[in-house]
Structure formats: structure tokens, C-alpha cells
């Protein structure tokens, strides 16, 4: 395959915001970056090609889970590595890794990675400084967006990464008030 768009997204905490879902729809593949909330969350992503991926967070523990979705959970690995063209995207929760430093402290822990994921945070974030990358989709549903519901869009190629970030307007369907997004394209620094 020349060209997969993944969808990105984390701290759902068991709503994922309809817009959002808009998002994943129009890509190949999905990727959670934990606190799911319950298993309906995954169900509800449906990428073009159906693969969701998805790691545990700290709130993803049994008894935040409805007894009926806790079978799941076995199942959530800690971390995981998907290979994409042109390199491999690593998905962690990051509540394992200290605030401080945690970018430098992904990277040490990944160096082979293009991309690595994290969530916990709720702070969209998106770090092309150093190889490898290091991106926080933000929160996905409505606990903590800091600004609106978020995600992510990887678009790789065997040559070239890119990322698109996707933010919503908080919420405001009850007030009767309409929605807007904020859509950003990030490319490393071109070097001379």
C-alpha cells in the first residue's frame, strides 16, 4: 500500500465526540492511544479498512470498565509497534513515563520509531523537533479537550510522513450554538 492514513486519537474516557469519528472515517486505519472507557468507544471507530488498534491507559482498569466489557481488557497491550510505509508507528499510553522530560524519555525508549503516540496528557501536541516524532492527539471525547475534541491523521508514504491535526470547537450542540474546526498540517523543518 503507497499511502495509509491513520487516524490518531486517545483519552475518549467513554465518549468520542461524533466529529471525530467524522475523521476517522476517512481513514485506513485507527489508532487508540488508551483511556478508552469501555468497549462500545472502539466499536464506534470504523476506519475504511476496519483495523482499530488500541492500548490500555491508567483509567482502563476493571472497575472503571461496565462488568460486561472487562474481557477486553486482557487484551489491550501496554504499548504496540505498527508498521507503516516508511517506518513504524509505536501507540503508548504514557502515564508510565514521568511528565518531565517525557518526550526525551519516548524517544530514548523508541529510537527506532518514525512516529510514537502518547495520550494521558489531554494536550494535543504534535513534536517534530528530533526524530523520532512524538504527537498527543489530545482528548477525543469530552473529558479534559483543553479547547475542543482533537485527533490526529498520519498520511505515510514510503517517503514522506505528514501530519494533520483536527481540533473541534467545544461542544456547544445544546446551547444551540454551531461548530467550527481548526485543521493544521505539520511537516518537519525543511533543511538546506
Known sequence: MPLVRVAILADTHGALDPRVREVVESCDLAVHGGDIGHAAILA???PRLGRVLAVFGNNDVARKWPAEDRALLVHLPECLEQPLPGGSLVVIHGHQ????????LLRRRFPRARTIVYGHSHLLTVDLDAPPWVVNPGAA????????????????TPTDWRIESHRFALSSFHRGLGYTCLHECHQPAQTT
Do not use: D, Y
Open 97 to 104: 513515563i514521568p511528565a518531565r522530560h517525557r518526550h526525551r
Open 141 to 156: 471525547g469530552r473529558s479534559r479537550t483543553h479547547g475542543g475534541p482533537s485527533c490526529l491523521v498520519l498520511i505515510a
Open 44 to 46: 464506534q471507530i470504523q
